[in-house]
Antibody
Framework: DVQLQESGPDLVKPSQSLSLTCTVTGYSITSGYSWHWIRQFPGNKLEWMGYIHYSGSTNYNPSLKSRISITRDTSKNQFFLQLNSVTTEDTATYYC?????????????WGAGTTVTVSS | ENVLTQSPAIMSASPGEKVTMTCRASSSVSSSYLHWYQQKSGASPKLWIYSTSNLASGVPARFSGSGSGTSYSLTISSVEAEDAATYYCQQYSGYPLMYTFGGGTKLEIK
């Protein structure tokens, strides 16, 4: 079974960059699917952030486009989130998730999530 | 951006009751691209119903989904204690490419 696991610092200072890793086991991220980052704010609102396609192309939420980058390391079967110039508004639980490509565009597998607090 | 509004925000039901929650979109959504997730406290969301009415693997048959255009619903025919969770709808639009979620309906069991 495919599994996704997020990792990274749980505390980031304002104005710094937030960097998270999603490690995928049980499936190669270059074989298919698109690989996404989603966050859930305190109060439970969910926000899609962006994805990296198995081909390596990326797409981002326009509201984050100037601050976000999603990359990957195919040798480690990992993909990464970098969010620049964070503020306290970026405090959230961050999930990585998978979407089957060329189908119905739902998130079929999620990681357990990692909570990041932005605070000085 | 297509905004999804879920109602009610919180609902309470007794075991055995039938419950229905709704998801309304600000613009029409293809029924193929409207999905539901269940999230229990402290856990990540799970795909629950995809493409309006298709139950994900392992989802009990007491759940059903329906709808079209701007109005969708999730129904539980006979609520059980294990159904206590928050349910989110989600839609995909291709242009501009965007995935959006509703604000959720929290189901409490009496």
């Amino acid at each position: 079974d495919v599994q996704l696991q997020e990792s990274g610092p749980d505390l980031v200072k304002p104005s710094q960059s937030l960097s998270l890793t999603c490690t995928v086991t049980g499936y190669s991220i270059t074989s298919g699917y698109s690989w996404h980052w989603i966050r859930q704010f305190p109060g439970n609102k969910l926000e899609w952030m962006g994805y990296i396609h198995y081909s390596g192309s990326t797409n981002y939420n326009p509201s984050l486009k100037s601050r976000i980058s999603i990359t990957r390391d195919t040798s480690k079967n990992q993909f990464f989130l970098q969010l620049n110039s964070v503020t306290t508004e970026d405090t959230a639980t961050y999930y990585c998730a998978r979407v089957p490509t060329a189908t119905y565009w739902y998130f079929d597998v999620w990681g357990a999530g990692t909570t990041v607090t932005v605070s000085s | 951006e297509n905004v999804l509004t879920q109602s009610p925000a919180i609902m309470s039901a007794s075991p055995g009751e039938k419950v229905t929650m709704t998801c309304r979109a600000s613009s029409s959504v293809s029924s193929s691209y409207l999905h539901w997730y269940q999230q229990k406290s402290g856990a990540s969301p799970k795909l629950w119903i995809y493409s309006t009415s298709n139950l994900a693997s392992g989802v009990p048959a007491r759940f059903s989904g329906s709808g079209s255009g701007t109005s969708y619903s999730l129904t539980i025919s006979s609520v059980e204690a294990e159904d206590a969770a928050t349910y989110y709808c989600q839609q995909y639009s291709g242009y501009p490419l965007m995935y959006t979620f509703g604000g959720g309906t929290k189901l409490e069991i009496k």
